[in-house]
């Protein structure tokens, strides 16, 4: 089974408005991280955010923000205010250390945003 | 600013070949990553290391094997290379406890003909 799911395969927006792109996840583990990362065109993986399981509250960082659903098991980012170069794919990972393993970080399959001028 | 770097960025081989794709690091970082991309899979973890001469299999390690003789290089290893083995390889590192965040090559596009 999946443990990271992303159902949007590609988004469209216009140039200043909000998107969210939606993520979620599955793990039995009470203690676990959720990581979204943007790949532009030029191929690298570029971190975005972080929230951890045990964090009261949501990530936020610059345009970017983490709406986390402890319950629902979701983790959705929203960027506000779109631009031009937050055209990417975009990914969903989740930490895991299985038992008796080491941690290590499971993708989702990510989804093409594009910003429209 | 360089954190992680991957030999090449583009490379060619013949099935069959044996095929070595390096990563280093300079930030002393524990664990490091290999991962294959291939549109609409996104990324699978191919192996992991958490030290030096370590490894763990991650979902996907089939047809590869890797060395860590250095904690600051972690290789990712062909044996034969296969025509489905032609993807983007990302290799990354995390130093764990103190950061979550997974730093990231720049990726090899690797072409199997």
């Known amino acids: 089974a999946q443990k990271i799911t992303q159902t949007q395969p590609g988004m469209f927006v216009q140039e200043k408005e909000a998107v969210t792109l939606d993520c979620t996840y599955d793990?039995?583990?009470?203690?676990?991280?959720l990581f979204w990362y943007k790949q532009p065109s030029s191929g690298e993986m570029i971190f975005l955010i972080y929230q951890g399981s045990y964090d009261q509250q949501n990530a936020t960082e610059g345009r970017y923000s983490l709406n986390f659903q402890k319950a629902r098991k979701s983790a959705n980012l929203v960027i506000s205010a779109s631009q031009l170069g937050d055209s990417a794919m975009y990914f969903c990972a989740m930490r895991e250390v299985p038992q008796g393993g080491s941690e290590k970080l499971v993708f989702g399959k990510g989804m093409k945003l594009t910003v429209n001028p | 600013d360089v954190k992680v770097t991957q030999s090449s960025r583009y490379l060619v081989k013949r099935t069959g070949e044996k095929v070595f794709l390096e990563c280093v690091q300079d930030?002393?970082?524990?664990?490091m990553f290999w991962y294959r991309q291939d549109p609409g899979l996104g990324l699978r973890l191919i192996y992991f290391s958490y030290d030096v001469k370590m490894k763990e299999k991650g979902d996907i390690p089939e047809g590869y094997s890797v060395s860590r003789e250095k904690k600051e290089r972690f290789s990712l290893i062909l044996e034969s290379a296969s025509t489905n083995q032609t993807s983007m390889y990302l290799c990354?590192?995390?130093?764990?406890?103190?950061?979550?965040?997974?730093?990231f090559g720049p990726g090899t596009r690797l072409t199997v003909t």
């Open positions: 990354a590192s995390i130093g764990l406890p103190s950061s979550y965040e997974q730093y």
């Open positions: 793990t039995s583990d009470p203690s676990y991280g």
């Open positions: 930030m002393d970082h524990e664990n």
